[in-house]
């Protein structure tokens, strides 16, 4: 595996692959890599020639400076894991190659982004659109994986995709889980050891609300409860609990409202200070 730093570099190896028409494969990340982002990266490696890691904490995306300062970084454990994983290449930039003077550009994203994380936090789907469409520009990625652990996420890269015209495939690929529930993220590092023991209640209570439709209730009625359900566990506090359509990212007031991908619920709860988010398709 090379590990590249500059965009020129980048621009080499694509042109080269793109030349002897071979498939490129992208795995966007922020590093801190776990077997949620290894799944991705398996995936990859199966559809395509050559895969593509970028590796970069992406600052236009943090809304919170905090955040961004202690976001975990751990580069020379995210290689290791993707050269043994297959990985052609890890793209490893730094801010002043990726962003050489600020990026300024304002994404039309639309509905999709003015929901739930986009309510939550202003300019954080503008930074991912920015950042996504630099990767793209550079890689020419024949396909592209996401997690759907940030479902909303993909609806705004999609809808960032169509605003540009870029031609490839965005594959969005299962969240992966601990054997508890809990969904890997990053974050889930600067849990304490009473935040971890916890922490898979989130996924109990979106489950057991799977039950609550199966009652009667109506999605208004279900997030009302599933609300109180997180809030009920010590330590957790939902921030909100969403039921959108599956593509517009929309709320639905009944669940025949939902469109050909049906209805999914969105959560993000603070637990034990750590803000961490799932969802459960219904
Ligand atoms: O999901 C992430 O890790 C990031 O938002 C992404 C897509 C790599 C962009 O920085």
């Given at each position: 595996m090379e590990?590249i730093?500059?965009i ?32 991705l990266?398996?995936r990859?490696?199966r559809?395509?020639?050559?895969v ?11 809304n919170?400076?905090?955040?961004l ?28 190659e990726?962003?050489?003077e600020p990026d300024?550009?304002v ?8 929901v739930?994380e986009?309510?939550m936090r202003p ?9 996504v ?6 890689t ?8 759907e652990k ?5 609806a ?10 870029f ?6 690929c299962?969240i992966?889980r ?9 974050r ?11 922490a ?5 209570k979106?489950?057991?609300?799977l039950s609550?439709k ?13 609300v109180?359900?997180?809030n ?12 959108v ?7 639905i ?9 049906g ?7 603070f637990?034990?200070g ?9």
């Open positions: 590990i730093r500059t020129k570099r980048l621009d080499e190896v694509v042109d080269t692959a793109r030349k002897a028409g071979r498939s490129i494969g992208l795995v966007p990340t922020m590093g801190a890599l776990h077997a949620g982002h290894r799944s990266v398996e990859a490696r559809d395509n020639d050559v593509v890691v970028s590796v970069f904490v992406n600052p236009t995306q943090f919170n400076p905090d955040d300062r202690t976001y975990p970084r751990t580069e020379e454990a995210d290689c290791a894991m993707l050269e043994a994983c297959g990985v052609d290449y890890a793209f490893v930039p730094s801010v002043e990726v962003y050489p300024n550009r994404f039309d994203l639309g509905p999709v982004a003015e739930m986009g309510a300019g954080h789907f503008n930074g991912v659109a920015q950042i469409s630099k990767l793209f520009a550079m020419r990625p024949t396909r592209a994986y996401f997690g940030d479902f909303q996420q993909i705004v890269i999609r809808r960032m995709v169509e605003l540009e015209g031609e490839l495939e965005i594959v969005p299962p992966v601990e054997a508890d529930g809990l969904a890997l993220s990053s889930n590092v600067r849990l304490s050891a009473e935040a971890r023991a916890i898979p209640e989130i996924r109990r979106l489950e057991q609300s609550l199966a009652e009667g209730m109506t999605p208004a009625q279900v997030e009302k409860a599933t109180e359900a997180i009920s566990v010590e330590g957790l506090e939902a921030e909100y609990y969403s039921i359509d599956a593509i517009t990212m929309q709320p007031a009944r669940w025949e409202d939902a469109g050909s991908e209805a999914v619920g969105c959560a993000t709860v637990c034990g750590v803000r961490l988010i799932d969802n459960i398709r219904y």
